[in-house]
T-cell receptor
Framework: DQQVKQNSPSLSVQEGRISILNCDYT??????FLWYKKYPAEGPTFLIS?????DKNEDGRFTVFLNKSAKHLSLHIVPSQPGDSAVYFC???????????FGTGTRLKVLA | DADVTQTPRNRITKTGKRIMLECSQT?????MYWYRQDPGLGLRLIYY???????NKGEISDGYSVSRQAQAKFSLSLESAIPNQTALYFC???????????FGQGTRLTVV
């Protein structure tokens, strides 16, 4: 049972445009959500997070939106750059469990 | 030096052999995790530990065991390796509630 789902395995975007990566979850007890970026031959690196008490969090070119009623979050990258090309994982955590459940990842390719 | 160090980085082993993957951290975090990454399946949690005396099974613990030798060290063992355990393995650490996890560089394990 996949509690965190990323339904788009891949996404291609032109440099300078917006990249939108989507993530859905099924567990209504999740209260903290994260996005990670992963380059080949490296470990995942933390990008941005959001608590369930918020619906938006912004950090430079990266914004995460949370829609609790739809159990959906998205990551917006504006403007997209070739260096953003990587696999992006969303993850979720339930308060008190201290474990992170990851989605299957979306491979983003930003075309120059 | 990396805060979360995994050894070895690459390993090829034969079916039926016992193998240990090691993880050490200098971040002072109390929580440590082992994940495996497979194409199309994302990152799946194998085991996690909140302190030296606490070990918990994750989503896919069958065929694996772990040892938390100290707060800074968390080892993953495959008692009798099989080919479908060929994957990328990641160790991670975290501290506190609603914080991010930090990942090591990964170990690429191939079972032939």
């Amino acid at each position: 049972d996949q509690q965190v789902k990323q339904n788009s395995p891949s996404l291609s975007v032109q440099e300078g445009r917006i990249s939108i990566l989507n993530c859905d979850y099924t567990n209504s007890m999740f209260d903290y959500f994260l996005w990670y970026k992963k380059y080949p031959a490296e470990g995942p690196t933390f990008l941005i997070s959001i608590s369930s008490i918020k619906d938006k969090n912004e950090d430079g070119r990266f914004t995460v939106f949370l829609n609790k009623s739809a159990k959906h979050l998205s990551l917006h990258i504006v403007p997209s750059q070739p260096g953003d090309s990587a696999v992006y994982f969303c993850a979720a955590s339930e308060y008190g469990t201290y474990k992170y459940i990851f989605g299957t990842g979306t491979r983003l390719k930003v075309l120059a | 030096d990396a805060d979360v160090t995994q050894t070895p980085r690459n390993r090829i082993t034969k079916t039926g052999k016992r193998i240990m993957l090691e993880c050490s951290q200098t971040k002072g975090h109390d929580r440590m995790y082992w994940y495996r990454q497979d194409p199309g399946l994302g990152l799946r949690l194998i085991y996690y530990s909140f302190d030296v005396k606490d070990i918990n099974k994750g989503e896919i613990s069958d065929g694996y065991s772990v040892s938390r030798q100290a707060q800074a060290k968390f080892s993953l063992s495959l008692e009798s390796a099989i080919p479908n355990q060929t994957a990328l393995y990641f160790c991670a650490t975290s501290f506190g509630q609603n914080t991010e996890a930090f990942f090591g560089q990964g170990t690429r394990l191939t079972v032939v």
